[in-house]
Protein backbone atom coordinates (compact mmCIF):
# COMPACT_ATOMS: atom_id res chain seq x y z
CA UNK A 1 0.00 0.00 0.00
CA UNK A 2 1.08 3.42 -1.34
CA UNK A 3 2.21 5.44 2.03
CA UNK A 4 -0.17 8.69 2.73
CA UNK A 5 2.09 11.33 2.02
CA UNK A 6 -0.48 14.54 2.18
CA UNK A 7 -3.78 14.62 4.32
CA UNK A 8 -5.06 17.37 1.23
CA UNK A 9 -4.35 17.70 -2.08
CA UNK A 10 -5.79 20.63 -4.35
CA UNK A 11 -6.22 19.78 -7.50
CA UNK A 12 -6.06 22.51 -10.63
CA UNK A 13 -4.63 24.90 -8.07
CA UNK A 14 -4.06 27.27 -10.95
CA UNK A 15 -7.86 28.06 -11.97
CA UNK A 16 -9.07 30.94 -11.30
CA UNK A 17 -11.26 29.39 -8.01
CA UNK A 18 -8.12 27.04 -7.56
CA UNK A 19 -5.91 30.21 -6.84
CA UNK A 20 -8.34 31.42 -4.31
CA UNK A 21 -9.19 28.20 -2.96
CA UNK A 22 -5.19 27.83 -2.00
CA UNK A 23 -4.56 31.70 -1.25
CA UNK A 24 -7.27 31.10 1.41
CA UNK A 25 -5.81 27.67 2.97
CA UNK A 26 -2.18 29.36 2.83
CA UNK A 27 -3.92 32.46 5.20
CA UNK A 28 -5.96 29.94 6.85
CA UNK A 29 -2.53 27.62 7.64
CA UNK A 30 -0.84 31.25 9.15
CA UNK A 31 -3.50 31.49 11.43
CA UNK A 32 -4.81 28.55 12.86
CA UNK A 33 -3.22 26.02 14.99
CA UNK A 34 -4.71 22.97 12.57
CA UNK A 35 -1.57 22.13 10.61
CA UNK A 36 -2.06 19.03 8.00
CA UNK A 37 0.06 18.04 4.94
CA UNK A 38 -1.30 19.08 1.92
CA UNK A 39 0.20 20.42 -1.87
CA UNK A 40 -1.21 22.03 -5.16
CA UNK A 41 -1.63 20.10 -8.10
CA UNK A 42 -2.14 20.36 -11.88
CA UNK A 43 -1.07 19.68 -15.60
CA UNK A 44 1.74 22.66 -15.52
CA UNK A 45 4.91 22.64 -13.26
CA UNK A 46 5.94 25.78 -14.30
CA UNK A 47 2.15 27.22 -13.57
CA UNK A 48 2.00 25.97 -10.41
CA UNK A 49 5.36 27.38 -9.38
CA UNK A 50 3.88 30.76 -9.80
CA UNK A 51 0.95 29.80 -7.88
CA UNK A 52 3.35 28.94 -5.27
CA UNK A 53 5.07 32.06 -5.38
CA UNK A 54 2.18 33.72 -4.92
CA UNK A 55 1.51 32.09 -1.27
CA UNK A 56 4.13 33.93 0.51
CA UNK A 57 5.96 32.51 3.85
CA UNK A 58 4.21 29.40 4.37
CA UNK A 59 3.73 28.49 0.53
CA UNK A 60 7.70 27.67 0.03
CA UNK A 61 7.16 24.36 2.01
CA UNK A 62 3.80 23.53 0.10
CA UNK A 63 4.99 20.28 -2.86
CA UNK A 64 4.04 20.79 -6.20
CA UNK A 65 2.49 17.28 -7.79
CA UNK A 66 1.93 17.54 -11.38
CA UNK A 67 -0.64 15.48 -13.10
CA UNK A 68 -3.03 16.06 -16.15
CA UNK A 69 -6.88 15.64 -16.07
CA UNK A 70 -7.03 13.26 -19.00
CA UNK A 71 -4.14 10.55 -17.79
CA UNK A 72 -6.01 8.11 -15.36
CA UNK A 73 -1.52 6.83 -14.06
CA UNK A 74 -1.14 10.43 -12.69
CA UNK A 75 -4.28 10.51 -11.43
CA UNK A 76 -4.28 7.09 -9.91
CA UNK A 77 -0.63 7.86 -7.99
CA UNK A 78 -1.69 11.27 -6.99
CA UNK A 79 -5.29 9.59 -5.31
CA UNK A 80 -2.63 7.17 -3.99
CA UNK A 81 -0.84 9.43 -1.60
CA UNK A 82 -3.40 11.25 -0.22
CA UNK A 83 -6.49 10.74 1.80
CA UNK A 84 -8.33 14.13 0.58
CA UNK A 85 -8.26 15.56 -3.14
CA UNK A 86 -10.51 19.26 -3.60
CA UNK A 87 -10.94 19.51 -7.43
CA UNK A 88 -11.59 23.09 -9.00
CA UNK A 89 -11.01 21.59 -12.62
CA UNK A 90 -14.31 22.23 -14.85
CA UNK A 91 -16.23 22.00 -16.56
CA UNK A 92 -16.73 18.79 -15.00
CA UNK A 93 -18.34 17.20 -17.72
CA UNK A 94 -15.79 17.56 -19.97
CA UNK A 95 -12.58 17.25 -17.43
CA UNK A 96 -14.26 15.47 -14.25
CA UNK A 97 -14.73 11.99 -14.63
CA UNK A 98 -10.83 10.42 -14.95
CA UNK A 99 -10.75 11.87 -10.96
CA UNK A 100 -13.47 10.67 -9.66
CA UNK A 101 -12.16 7.48 -10.75
CA UNK A 102 -8.92 7.28 -9.72
CA UNK A 103 -10.95 8.63 -6.19
CA UNK A 104 -13.02 5.32 -6.11
CA UNK A 105 -10.20 3.40 -7.13
CA UNK A 106 -7.86 4.66 -4.32
CA UNK A 107 -10.52 4.93 -1.72
CA UNK A 108 -9.74 8.83 -1.68
CA UNK A 109 -12.44 11.44 -0.31
CA UNK A 110 -13.38 13.97 -3.19
CA UNK A 111 -15.08 17.64 -2.87
CA UNK A 112 -15.61 19.83 -5.57
CA UNK A 113 -17.73 23.27 -6.63
CA UNK A 114 -20.00 21.63 -9.50
CA UNK A 115 -23.13 22.37 -10.52
CA UNK A 116 -23.62 19.74 -13.16
CA UNK A 117 -26.40 17.60 -12.29
CA UNK A 118 -26.50 15.56 -15.34
CA UNK A 119 -22.48 14.97 -14.51
CA UNK A 120 -23.63 14.34 -10.82
CA UNK A 121 -26.20 12.00 -12.05
CA UNK A 122 -23.60 10.15 -14.06
CA UNK A 123 -21.39 9.93 -11.41
CA UNK A 124 -23.62 8.43 -9.40
CA UNK A 125 -25.19 5.62 -11.68
CA UNK A 126 -21.36 4.76 -12.81
CA UNK A 127 -19.32 4.90 -9.51
CA UNK A 128 -21.28 4.77 -6.60
CA UNK A 129 -21.05 0.87 -5.38
CA UNK A 130 -17.01 1.11 -6.08
CA UNK A 131 -17.01 4.54 -4.21
CA UNK A 132 -19.22 2.52 -1.04
CA UNK A 133 -16.31 -0.66 -1.69
CA UNK A 134 -13.61 1.54 -1.17
CA UNK A 135 -14.83 3.74 1.27
CA UNK A 136 -14.24 7.13 -0.85
CA UNK A 137 -16.77 9.65 0.15
CA UNK A 138 -17.34 11.86 -2.74
CA UNK A 139 -19.35 15.30 -2.12
CA UNK A 140 -20.12 17.78 -5.05
CA UNK A 141 -21.40 21.32 -5.05
CA UNK A 142 -19.52 22.47 -2.00
CA UNK A 143 -19.32 26.04 -3.58
CA UNK A 144 -22.25 28.86 -3.20
CA UNK A 145 -23.79 25.51 -5.11
CA UNK A 146 -25.30 24.30 -3.17
CA UNK A 147 -23.73 25.00 0.33
CA UNK A 148 -25.95 27.68 1.71
CA UNK A 149 -29.10 25.73 -0.20
CA UNK A 150 -28.47 22.86 1.28
CA UNK A 151 -27.21 23.35 5.16
CA UNK A 152 -29.42 25.88 5.07
CA UNK A 153 -32.26 23.89 4.89
CA UNK A 154 -30.37 21.50 7.21
CA UNK A 155 -30.24 24.68 9.64
CA UNK A 156 -33.85 25.13 8.97
CA UNK A 157 -35.20 21.66 9.90
CA UNK A 158 -32.94 21.42 13.19
CA UNK A 159 -34.81 24.63 13.89
CA UNK A 160 -38.14 23.14 13.28
CA UNK A 161 -37.16 19.75 15.20
CA UNK A 162 -36.26 21.73 18.02
CA UNK A 163 -39.46 23.90 18.08
CA UNK A 164 -42.55 21.97 16.66
CA UNK A 165 -40.48 18.58 17.40
CA UNK A 166 -41.65 18.25 13.65
CA UNK A 167 -39.88 18.80 10.03
CA UNK A 168 -40.98 21.85 7.81
CA UNK A 169 -42.63 19.36 4.85
CA UNK A 170 -42.36 22.61 3.17
CA UNK A 171 -39.68 25.34 2.79
CA UNK A 172 -38.93 28.03 -0.42
CA UNK A 173 -35.56 29.95 -0.35
CA UNK A 174 -35.62 33.30 -1.72
CA UNK A 175 -32.21 35.25 -2.86
CA UNK A 176 -32.93 38.73 -1.12
CA UNK A 177 -29.56 40.05 -1.90
CA UNK A 178 -26.47 38.72 -4.57
CA UNK A 179 -23.23 40.94 -5.49
CA UNK A 180 -21.26 39.17 -7.76
CA UNK A 181 -19.68 38.02 -10.81
CA UNK A 182 -19.03 35.58 -12.78
CA UNK A 183 -15.59 33.43 -14.30
CA UNK A 184 -14.62 32.09 -17.14
CA UNK A 185 -15.09 28.46 -15.98
CA UNK A 186 -18.53 29.02 -14.42
CA UNK A 187 -20.20 30.64 -17.56
CA UNK A 188 -18.07 27.41 -19.99
CA UNK A 189 -19.83 25.44 -17.38
CA UNK A 190 -23.28 26.79 -17.84
CA UNK A 191 -23.33 26.99 -21.80
CA UNK A 192 -21.71 23.19 -22.03
CA UNK A 193 -25.13 22.12 -19.92
CA UNK A 194 -27.73 24.15 -22.06
CA UNK A 195 -25.64 22.69 -25.40
CA UNK A 196 -26.07 19.30 -24.27
CA UNK A 197 -29.39 19.79 -22.89
CA UNK A 198 -30.48 21.08 -26.10
CA UNK A 199 -29.12 18.29 -28.64
CA UNK A 200 -30.77 15.27 -26.44
CA UNK A 201 -34.47 15.34 -25.62
CA UNK A 202 -33.35 12.39 -22.90
CA UNK A 203 -31.30 15.06 -21.03
CA UNK A 204 -33.54 17.86 -21.08
CA UNK A 205 -36.26 15.19 -19.38
CA UNK A 206 -33.76 14.18 -16.89
CA UNK A 207 -33.13 18.14 -16.14
CA UNK A 208 -36.58 18.56 -15.51
CA UNK A 209 -36.68 15.64 -12.73
CA UNK A 210 -36.63 17.03 -9.31
CA UNK A 211 -35.63 13.92 -8.21
CA UNK A 212 -32.63 12.91 -10.45
CA UNK A 213 -29.95 13.17 -7.91
CA UNK A 214 -32.24 10.52 -5.23
CA UNK A 215 -31.77 6.93 -5.34
CA UNK A 216 -34.65 5.00 -6.82
CA UNK A 217 -36.14 4.00 -3.48
CA UNK A 218 -36.69 7.77 -2.35
CA UNK A 219 -39.99 7.33 -1.77
CA UNK A 220 -41.08 11.12 -3.03
CA UNK A 221 -44.25 11.54 -5.08
CA UNK A 222 -44.70 15.27 -4.14
CA UNK A 223 -45.16 17.44 -7.47
CA UNK A 224 -42.71 19.82 -7.06
CA UNK A 225 -43.35 23.68 -7.64
CA UNK A 226 -40.59 25.71 -10.16
CA UNK A 227 -40.93 29.23 -10.38
CA UNK A 228 -40.34 29.75 -14.14
CA UNK A 229 -42.29 33.14 -14.57
CA UNK A 230 -42.92 36.25 -12.45
CA UNK A 231 -45.08 35.45 -9.53
CA UNK A 232 -46.13 37.08 -6.19
CA UNK A 233 -44.81 35.39 -3.06
CA UNK A 234 -47.37 36.06 0.01
CA UNK A 235 -44.70 34.42 2.46
CA UNK A 236 -42.54 37.26 1.67
CA UNK A 237 -44.99 39.59 0.56
CA UNK A 238 -43.32 40.25 -2.97
CA UNK A 239 -42.38 39.69 -6.94
CA UNK A 240 -40.18 36.69 -7.29
CA UNK A 241 -38.49 35.70 -10.50
CA UNK A 242 -36.43 32.31 -11.53
CA UNK A 243 -33.12 31.88 -9.61
CA UNK A 244 -30.52 30.56 -12.31
CA UNK A 245 -28.77 27.60 -9.58
CA UNK A 246 -32.45 26.80 -8.16
CA UNK A 247 -31.74 23.64 -10.99
CA UNK A 248 -28.71 23.04 -9.04
CA UNK A 249 -29.58 23.44 -5.54
CA UNK A 250 -33.56 22.24 -5.64
CA UNK A 251 -32.41 18.52 -6.54
CA UNK A 252 -29.17 18.56 -3.85
CA UNK A 253 -31.44 19.26 -1.25
CA UNK A 254 -33.84 16.60 -2.47
CA UNK A 255 -31.10 14.33 -2.54
CA UNK A 256 -30.43 14.90 1.01
CA UNK A 257 -33.77 14.65 1.75
CA UNK A 258 -33.95 11.13 0.18
CA UNK A 259 -30.39 9.72 1.98
CA UNK A 260 -31.30 10.91 5.30
CA UNK A 261 -34.06 8.66 5.47
CA UNK A 262 -36.70 11.56 4.24
CA UNK A 263 -36.11 13.32 7.38
CA UNK A 264 -37.61 16.23 6.09
CA UNK A 265 -40.67 14.36 4.96
CA UNK A 266 -41.85 11.85 2.75
CA UNK A 267 -44.20 14.53 0.78
CA UNK A 268 -41.23 17.24 1.25
CA UNK A 269 -41.56 20.48 -1.00
CA UNK A 270 -38.98 22.65 -1.94
CA UNK A 271 -38.07 25.61 -4.48
CA UNK A 272 -35.72 28.34 -4.81
CA UNK A 273 -36.23 32.15 -6.52
CA UNK A 274 -34.96 35.75 -6.44
CA UNK A 275 -36.87 38.68 -4.76
CA UNK A 276 -37.48 41.35 -6.95
CA UNK A 277 -39.25 43.86 -4.87
CA UNK A 278 -42.83 44.64 -3.88
CA UNK A 279 -45.31 46.36 -6.18
CA UNK A 280 -45.14 47.42 -9.89
CA UNK A 281 -41.61 48.00 -9.23
CA UNK A 282 -40.88 44.67 -7.71
CA UNK A 283 -43.12 43.32 -10.74
CA UNK A 284 -41.42 44.82 -13.22
CA UNK A 285 -37.97 44.06 -12.30
CA UNK A 286 -39.08 39.93 -12.04
CA UNK A 287 -40.66 40.33 -16.03
CA UNK A 288 -36.95 41.79 -16.62
CA UNK A 289 -34.88 38.80 -14.90
CA UNK A 290 -37.38 36.83 -17.10
CA UNK A 291 -36.54 38.19 -20.08
CA UNK A 292 -32.65 38.44 -18.99
CA UNK A 293 -32.39 34.39 -18.47
CA UNK A 294 -34.99 33.42 -21.72
CA UNK A 295 -32.49 35.34 -23.78
CA UNK A 296 -29.35 33.93 -22.79
CA UNK A 297 -30.79 30.67 -23.09
CA UNK A 298 -31.74 31.34 -26.56
CA UNK A 299 -28.21 32.49 -27.46
CA UNK A 300 -26.31 29.80 -25.55
CA UNK A 301 -28.00 26.94 -27.48
CA UNK A 302 -26.61 28.58 -30.66
CA UNK A 303 -23.03 27.62 -31.02
CA UNK A 304 -22.27 30.31 -33.26
CA UNK A 305 -23.92 33.02 -31.01
CA UNK A 306 -22.47 31.54 -27.81
CA UNK A 307 -19.08 31.61 -29.35
CA UNK A 308 -19.00 35.43 -30.34
CA UNK A 309 -20.56 35.84 -27.01
CA UNK A 310 -17.36 34.33 -25.21
CA UNK A 311 -15.39 35.43 -27.46
CA UNK A 312 -16.30 39.35 -27.30
CA UNK A 313 -18.55 39.52 -24.26
CA UNK A 314 -18.18 37.13 -21.55
CA UNK A 315 -15.31 36.33 -19.12
CA UNK A 316 -12.82 33.81 -20.63
CA UNK A 317 -11.50 30.43 -18.61
CA UNK A 318 -9.04 31.77 -15.45
CA UNK A 319 -10.89 35.27 -15.55
CA UNK A 320 -13.42 36.70 -13.07
CA UNK A 321 -14.01 39.22 -10.52
CA UNK A 322 -11.08 41.16 -9.34
CA UNK A 323 -9.92 40.28 -5.73
CA UNK A 324 -11.49 43.90 -4.66
CA UNK A 325 -14.80 43.14 -6.65
CA UNK A 326 -14.87 39.70 -4.42
CA UNK A 327 -14.58 41.65 -1.22
CA UNK A 328 -17.01 43.78 -2.23
CA UNK A 329 -19.48 41.18 -3.01
CA UNK A 330 -22.29 39.61 -0.34
CA UNK A 331 -24.90 37.38 -0.21
CA UNK A 332 -28.00 37.02 1.52
CA UNK A 333 -30.91 33.91 1.42
CA UNK A 334 -34.23 33.65 2.91
CA UNK A 335 -35.69 30.69 3.48
CA UNK A 336 -39.31 29.99 5.16
CA UNK A 337 -40.43 26.78 6.03
CA UNK A 338 -43.90 25.26 7.59
CA UNK A 339 -44.59 21.92 8.65
CA UNK A 340 -47.89 19.86 7.76
CA UNK A 341 -49.45 21.03 11.18
CA UNK A 342 -49.06 24.74 9.64
CA UNK A 343 -46.18 26.28 12.17
CA UNK A 344 -43.85 28.64 10.04
CA UNK A 345 -40.42 29.84 10.67
CA UNK A 346 -38.07 31.84 8.69
CA UNK A 347 -33.91 31.49 8.83
CA UNK A 348 -31.15 33.57 6.87
CA UNK A 349 -28.38 32.42 5.52
CA UNK A 350 -25.46 34.93 4.79
CA UNK A 351 -22.31 35.61 3.44
CA UNK A 352 -19.50 38.29 3.06
CA UNK A 353 -17.87 38.09 -0.08
CA UNK A 354 -18.66 37.42 -4.02
CA UNK A 355 -20.84 34.51 -3.55
CA UNK A 356 -19.33 32.32 -6.55
CA UNK A 357 -15.50 32.94 -6.19
CA UNK A 358 -14.52 34.48 -2.32
CA UNK A 359 -16.97 33.14 -0.43
CA UNK A 360 -17.23 29.66 -2.65
CA UNK A 361 -13.35 29.40 -2.01
CA UNK A 362 -13.93 29.60 1.36
CA UNK A 363 -16.59 27.15 1.43
CA UNK A 364 -15.22 24.66 -0.52
CA UNK A 365 -12.01 25.01 1.64
CA UNK A 366 -13.73 24.38 4.69
CA UNK A 367 -15.44 21.57 3.22
CA UNK A 368 -11.76 20.04 2.38
CA UNK A 369 -11.02 20.60 5.35
CA UNK A 370 -13.84 18.61 7.12
CA UNK A 371 -12.83 15.97 5.26
CA UNK A 372 -9.64 15.73 6.28
CA UNK A 373 -9.74 16.89 9.93
CA UNK A 374 -13.19 16.46 11.53
CA UNK A 375 -14.27 13.14 10.09
CA UNK A 376 -10.90 11.47 10.75
CA UNK A 377 -9.38 10.64 13.65
CA UNK A 378 -6.00 8.61 14.03
CA UNK A 379 -6.47 7.36 10.26
CA UNK A 380 -9.94 6.23 11.16
CA UNK A 381 -12.62 7.50 9.12
CA UNK A 382 -16.25 9.22 10.42
CA UNK A 383 -19.16 6.68 10.64
CA UNK A 384 -20.26 8.07 6.78
CA UNK A 385 -19.23 5.29 5.00
CA UNK A 386 -18.11 5.03 1.41
CA UNK A 387 -20.37 6.40 -1.57
CA UNK A 388 -21.71 10.24 -2.77
CA UNK A 389 -23.00 12.28 -0.01
CA UNK A 390 -23.92 16.27 -0.14
CA UNK A 391 -22.85 18.75 1.95
CA UNK A 392 -25.89 18.41 4.07
CA UNK A 393 -25.60 14.20 4.52
CA UNK A 394 -21.61 14.43 4.83
CA UNK A 395 -21.11 17.55 7.45
CA UNK A 396 -22.90 18.15 10.23
CA UNK A 397 -23.49 21.07 12.76
CA UNK A 398 -19.53 20.98 12.94
CA UNK A 399 -19.31 22.43 9.19
CA UNK A 400 -22.08 25.17 10.34
CA UNK A 401 -19.34 26.29 12.99
CA UNK A 402 -16.50 25.72 10.99
CA UNK A 403 -18.82 28.43 8.03
CA UNK A 404 -19.63 30.81 10.93
CA UNK A 405 -16.16 30.86 12.46
CA UNK A 406 -13.67 30.62 9.15
CA UNK A 407 -16.03 30.81 5.87
CA UNK A 408 -17.84 34.48 6.99
CA UNK A 409 -21.24 32.81 6.75
CA UNK A 410 -24.17 33.01 9.14
CA UNK A 411 -26.72 30.98 9.78
CA UNK A 412 -29.62 32.49 12.22
CA UNK A 413 -33.28 32.73 12.76
CA UNK A 414 -35.30 35.66 11.81
Not at 40 to 53: N, T, Y
Not at 64 to 74: C, P, S
Not at 361 to 368: C, E, I, P, V, Y
Request: aromatic share 8%; proline share 4%.
Amino acid sequence: MTKLNYDLVVFGATSFVGQILTQYLAEYFATQKEQIRWAIAGRSQQKLQHVKDTLGPIGQAVPILVADANNQTELDALCAQTRVVVSTVGPYALYGEPLIQACVNNGTDYCDLTGETQWIKHMITKYEAQAQQSSSRIIHCCGFDSVPSDMGVYYLQQQAQQQFNAPATQVSMRVKTLKGGASGGTVASLINVIQEAAADPALRKDLLNPYILCPADHGNTQRQTYIKSAKFDPDFNAWIAPFVMAAVNERVVQRSNALSGNAYGNNFRYNEAILTGEGLKGRLKALAVVSGLGAFMLAAVSKPISQVMERYLLPKPGEGPTPEQQLAGRFELRFVGKTDAGQSLKVKVTGDRDPGYGSTGKMLGQAALSLAIDHAKDGEKSTVQGGFWTPATMFDDRFIQRLTKHAGLSFEQV
